[in-house]
């Protein structure tokens, strides 16, 4: 297989093929790039879990196009989730929050709950907007090496192993993205990433758990 890489918004589209015929693209965000298929493709997703050599247990959050979404992927949406889609997004914080019928078992890896995130950075806003689904899309490393910043690092991963490569530069965090579980009565924080924890308590005026 010959890795396609793609440099400019005017290959996005092409990207998006890819994703809706069942195939894999490494995407860029604004802090790492990601591993991405059809998070609505069972068959796509087992994919991800293949080529990352991925523990089947572990979930995988899906990417969204911003807070008009939450409805549509998630059973519960609480006020604090709107408020922090809109204040965060897209942006670095990813929310876990309970399944919808929609997502299939294997991204939660069976579970009741998902993570949504809306990724700051234009041509996986623009592949979203395309492909119309959302995307799983867990770091595109290789499971227990570094997340890669860069377009280079991810073809040291995967060069001839998926379909595309989106080339969107550097990450410019450059972290993974912190992690807020909103299914229990206080928030609290799972991954400390490219959000701080003050940010998201002065937004939501209470204290989160760590």
């Known amino acids: 297989m010959e890795t396609m ?19 894999l693209c490494a995407v860029p965000t604004e802090t790492v790039y990601g ?23 572990k979930p995988i959050s899906l990417l969204v196009s911003g807070v008009d979404c939450l409805p549509l992927f998630c059973r519960e949406v609480p006020e604090s989730a709107r408020i922090l889609a809109e204040a965060f997004w ?13 997502v299939p078992d294997i991204v939660t890896a069976g579970g ?3 993570g949504v995130r809306c990724p700051d950075h234009k041509m996986t806003l623009e592949l979203l907007r395309i ?42 965090v450059g ?7 909103l299914t229990g ?3 609290r924080i799972l991954r400390l990433g490219g959000l ?14 760590r």
């Open 131 to 172: 492909c119309g689904v959302p995307l799983a899309a867990p770091s595109a490393n290789i499971s227990g090496m570094p997340s890669p910043k860069d377009a280079r690092s991810v073809l040291g991963y995967f060069d001839g192993k998926i379909d595309c490569l989106i080339d969107g530069g550097e990450c410019s």
């Open 196 to 209: 701080s924890p003050r940010r998201i308590e002065k937004k939501l005026h209470c204290e989160v758990l």
């Open 175 to 181: 972290i993974e993205s912190t992690i807020l579980d």
């Open 112 to 114: 009741d709950t998902i």
């Open 90 to 102: 897209p942006g670095p914080l990813t929310m876990i929050l309970p399944r919808s019928g929609k």
């Open 35 to 57: 591993l991405a298929a059809n998070g609505l493709d069972s068959e796509a997703v087992a994919r991800i879990y293949e080529v990352k050599g991925r523990p089947e247990t």
């Open 5 to 23: 890489i793609i440099k400019d918004t005017d290959g996005i589209s092409r990207a998006a093929d890819v994703i809706l015929s069942g195939g």
């Open 185 to 187: 009565p206080v928030p």
